[in-house]
């Protein structure tokens, strides 16, 4: 019987190889990871972050696990508000995109109160009702199964407690969608120019094309079981910012 198969970008592949392929673009390009998202971005993914750490609505000794957390940037806007009372665990599927956060942190002066834990957002290894928040910022797209990781964090948040996605979209109206449809068609040439990786930033490209509309989202976020779910668009839809609670 044949493997299940899963999206790789615009590819198909075995869905057990998929966690290894995203790997091995994370492994690439975690030392430039900041600036070709400032590049890439003209800087607009900083604003978007500061919104989604305002919609967590994190306070001073919440527990917060912020996952796919790459280098660090929700984990450093929101440990000086958790305080010392507070923690938050930083948690990544990919070893060297966590090691050059953890770097990142340090040089900051940010240590106390983050921990950081290597593991898929499928299979969580934290008890239930571990944290009052859960935050995750342009990684849920990289996800084989999004409706077990859905699920998992589900799990381990606090009853009340509240999940914030922040991912790439659809931008709703159609002029604007076939301009950024364009622009990042050249990510795969700019990552070639500034990290030598175009295959890298050619799935990144291709990843936003097959990933669930703002609506989809919506409704897999009440299939797995959250409360209160709304989106709210982030320039026109480029990007949106997806809110669920537990009950």
């Known amino acids: 019987m044949p493997e299940e198969q899963t999206h790789f970008g615009f590819r198909k592949v075995p869905i057990g190889d998929k966690v290894n392929q995203v790997a091995k673009v994370f492994h690439s390009v975690a030392g430039k990871y900041d600036l070709m998202n400032d590049l890439m971005s003209a800087g607009t993914h900083r ?3 500061r919104v989604a750490v305002e919609m967590a609505a994190v306070r001073r000794g919440h ?14 806007l929101m440990a000086t508000v958790v305080g010392q009372e507070g923690n938050i665990v930083l948690c990544d599927i990919n070893q060297s995109m966590l090691a050059k956060g953890r770097e990142r942190l ?21 008890p239930d009702d571990s944290f009052d928040r859960i935050t995750i910022s342009f990684g849920l797209r990289n996800v084989t199964r999004k409706e077990d990781a859905l699920r998992s964090m589900l799990r381990v948040v606090k ?3 509240r999940l914030v996605i922040l991912e790439f979209s659809r931008p709703e109206n159609e002029l604007l969608a076939g301009a950024y449809k364009g622009y990042s068609s050249l990510w795969p040439k700019l990552g070639k120019a ?19 509309s703002q609506r989809e989202l919506l409704e897999m976020l009440e299939q797995a079981g959250f409360t209160q779910c709304t989106y709210h668009n982030m320039l026109g839809g480029v990007a949106a910012i997806h809110v669920g609670r537990k009950a």
């Open 106 to 126: 340090i040089d900051k002066g940010l240590v106390s109160n983050l921990e950081y834990v290597q593991a898929d957002a499928e299979h969580l290894p934290f």
């Open 159 to 161: 009853p009340k407690g």
């Open 63 to 76: 527990q917060v696990l912020d996952l796919a957390a790459g280098t660090g940037d929700l984990a450093a």
């Open 47 to 49: 604003i978007m972050k």
């Open 194 to 212: 500034i990290t030598g990786d175009e295959e890298s930033y050619q799935y990144l490209h291709e990843s936003i094309q097959v990933h669930p």
